[in-house]
C-alpha cells in the first residue's frame, strides 16, 4: 500500500496516525495548532473526519436517537455530530497546513456527498470508520475512487469484514488495509486482543494495524510486535480543552512518548539473524573455555582438579572437557593458561 510518498508494507516502518476527530472544540485555530503539535509528536499523518449533522442521522428525539451506555450517556445523536462535525470549509486550509508540516493528510467520509468533496481536495487514500463497515454501497462508492482504503473493525463480525472487503474488490480495488479496533471510548485494555492484528494480517492479506482507543501506549506497542503496520490514535492539544473525544485522545507528550516506544519496539523485533554482531562476538571474551588451574609439570595427568570451564573465553572450547582429561600435559605450565592441543 502506498499512501502519496508513504510505503506500507511488511518491511516499513509503522504509520502513524493522529486523529483530529472533535478535537478542535469548534475553533479552526486549535484544530491548526493540533497539527502541528501532532508533527512536533512524531505523527505521519493527520486524519479528519467529514460529515454534518445531517449526513449522520436525522433530528428525532425518539429513543432509538438517544446514546447509551457510552460517554455520551443521554445525547441525542444529532447534537452530539452538531457539536463534533469538522466544518467542510475548513478541509482545505487544514489540509494546506498538513502539507507544510509534512505531514500527509486525508479523512474519514461518511457518505457519498463527503466523498465527492474529498475528491475535490485530491485525497491520497480514504478510511471507514467502525460504524461505517457495514454500510456496504459506501464502501463500494468510496473503494470505486481507485485510491487506498483503510478499514476499521470495531463492530464487526468475520462475516462482516468479508462483505466490505468483497465489496472493494468488486470495484477493483484491493489496495487495502484493516485495523484491529475495540469501539468502546476509552477502550478496556483486557479487550484489545492484539493477536488479531497479525491474524487480519495473515487471513485476508492485506496490510493491518490498529485503530486504538484505550489510554497509554502499551496496546500500540504490543500491536508493533504482532505486527501492525498502521497505528492510529486521538489526539488533542490539553485534554481540558474538553470535547466528545476529549477523555479518550493523547496529548502532545502523551503522543511523543508513544511514538517513541512503537519507534524503540521496531528497533527491537528486528529481523531473524543468528549470526553475531562485532560486539556480541567481543562478548565471547567473556564466555567459558578450558583452563589450567594450578601448576603442573611435564606428563602429569590432566583431571578435573588441574584443568576446569571457567571465563574468559580464550582457551578451548568446553565440549572438548570430558576429551582431554585423562591426557597428559607435554610440558610445565602455570596456572592461569588457556589450554590448548599444543600443551597435550
Same mark, same amino acid.
Given at each position: 500500500?502506498?499512501? %502519496? ?8 516502518k *509503522? #504509520?502513524?496516525?493522529? +486523529? ?5 472544540n469548534?475553533s479552526?485555530? @486549535?484544530a ?21 449533522? %445531517? ?9 432509538? #436517537?438517544?446514546?447509551? $451506555? ?16 469538522t ?9 494546506? !497546513? ?9 479523512s474519514? /467520509? ?12 485530491n *485525497?491520497?487514500?480514504?478510511?471507514i470508520a467502525?460504524?461505517?463497515? @457495514? ?7 468510496v473503494?470505486?475512487?481507485?485510491? /487506498?482504503?483503510?478499514?476499521s473493525?470495531? &463492530?464487526a ?20 488495509a484493516?485495523?484491529?479496533? @475495540?469501539?468502546?471510548? /476509552?477502550?478496556?485494555?483486557? +479487550? ?11 487471513r485476508?492479506g ?14 500500540? &506497542? ?17 485534554r481540558?480543552?474538553?470535547g466528545?473525544?476529549?477523555?479518550f485522545?493523547?496529548?502532545?507528550k502523551?503522543? @511523543?512518548?508513544?511514538?517513541k516506544?512503537v ?5 527491537? &523485533? ?22 589450567? =588451574?594450578? %601448576? !603442573?609439570?611435564a $606428563?602429569? !595427568?590432566?583431571?578435573?582438579?588441574? =584443568? ?5 573465553? #580464550? ?22 593458561? /588457556?589450554?590448548?592441543?599444543?600443551? &597435550?
Open positions: 500500500m502506498r499512501i %502519496d510518498n508513504f510505503e506500507i508494507n511488511s518491511t516499513s *509503522v #504509520f502513524i496516525i493522529a +486523529e483530529l476527530s472533535a478535537n478542535h469548534g479552526i485555530e @486549535t491548526i495548532d493540533t497539527i502541528r503539535a501532532a508533527k512536533r509528536a512524531g505523527a505521519d499523518c493527520i486524519k479528519l473526519q467529514t460529515y454534518t449533522a %445531517d449526513t449522520m442521522t436525522i433530528d428525532s428525539d425518539k429513543e432509538d #436517537f438517544i446514546i447509551k $451506555g457510552t460517554i455520551w450517556e443521554g445525547k441525542n445523536l444529532y447534537k452530539l455530530y452538531q457539536e463534533a462535525f466544518p467542510w470549509e475548513w478541509h482545505g486550509e487544514l489540509m494546506r !497546513v498538513a502539507k507544510e508540516e509534512g505531514l500527509l493528510c486525508f474519514s /467520509p461518511f457518505d457519498k456527498t463527503a466523498v465527492d468533496f474529498l475528491e475535490t481536495l *485525497v491520497p487514500a480514504y478510511k467502525s460504524f461505517e463497515i @457495514t454500510d456496504i454501497p459506501l464502501i463500494e462508492y473503494a470505486s475512487k481507485g485510491k /487506498p482504503i483503510i478499514l473493525t470495531g &463492530i463480525e468475520q462475516a462482516d469484514i468479508e462483505l466490505a472487503l468483497d465489496a472493494c474488490k468488486r470495484m477493483g480495488n484491493t489496495d487495502i484493516l485495523l484491529k479496533c @475495540t469501539s468502546s471510548y /476509552p477502550a478496556p485494555i483486557n +479487550e484489545a486482543n492484539m493477536c488479531m492484528v497479525k491474524d487480519l494480517s495473515e485476508y492485506v496490510i493491518s494495524g490498529l485503530s486504538d482507543h484505550t489510554m497509554g501506549a502499551t496496546v500500540p &506497542i504490543v500491536a508493533t510486535c504482532f505486527g501492525a503496520k498502521i497505528i492510529e490514535k486521538h489526539f488533542i492539544l490539553d481540558s480543552i474538553g466528545p473525544d476529549a477523555s485522545s493523547m496529548n502532545e502523551e503522543f @511523543t512518548e508513544m511514538v516506544a519507534r524503540e519496539a521496531e528497533k527491537a &523485533i528486528g529481523i531473524v539473524d543468528y549470526s553475531l554482531t562485532e560486539k556480541q562476538v567481543k562478548g565471547k571474551d567473556f564466555s567459558r573455555s578450558l583452563y589450567v =588451574v594450578e %601448576d !603442573v609439570k $606428563g602429569d !595427568v590432566i583431571t578435573e582438579n588441574n =584443568v576446569r570451564s571457567i571465563r574468559p573465553g #580464550f582457551g578451548m572450547h568446553p565440549k572438548y572437557f570430558n576429551e582431554v582429561l585423562g591426557k597428559v600435559f607435554k610440558q610445565n605450565i602455570t596456572e592461569g593458561t /588457556p589450554l590448548s592441543w599444543e600443551l &597435550i
